[in-house]
Structures are given as structure tokens and as C-alpha cells.
């Protein structure tokens, strides 16, 4: 799952055109369930803070939080 995950974070500002932040909201949350999930929350979220994945917060609400902000900067 994390190369498919990783390919899903598209980049700051660019959010996937077929869904709404409330849909990616929903994926991210369903994400969170499962370990692999997990790993690409954070997988996005070290990209778009460029921070180390070794060094990101657990993974959780604030994070898809920031990951939604990134990837949806105007809504």
C-alpha cells in the first residue's frame, strides 16, 4: 500500500479534482485504521511539512488535518 498511498498525495495545492475535501477527509480517516494507513498519512504529511518521517508526530486528526489543508489551501 505505501507506493499507492504515496502516489495519492498529489502535492500542496493540488488535491485529487474527483473529490471533495469532505471525500478525502473520509479516505484519510478510513486510512487511519490500519497500519499501512497510517503510513501513508505520514508519508503525506513529511512531504507536504518536509519534515522526516522519522520524526512526525503519530498519526491522527491534527495530521490529516494538515494534510487536508495542504492539499485543499483554498476551502
Known amino acids: 500500500m505505501g507506493l499507492q498511498g504515496r502516489e495519492e498525495s498529489r502535492g500542496p495545492g493540488q488535491a485529487d479534482p474527483t473529490k471533495t475535501r469532505a471525500e478525502r477527509a473520509q479516505q484519510l480517516a478510513e486510512l487511519l485504521k490500519t497500519p499501512a494507513g497510517r503510513e501513508v498519512i505520514v508519508a503525506c504529511y513529511a512531504r507536504y511539512t518536509g ?5 512526525c508526530p503519530p498519526a491522527g486528526l491534527l495530521m490529516i488535518q494538515t494534510v487536508l489543508g495542504y492539499e485543499y489551501p483554498s476551502t
Do not use: K
Not at 51 to 55: L, S, V
Open 51 to 55: 519534515t522526516r518521517e522519522a520524526a
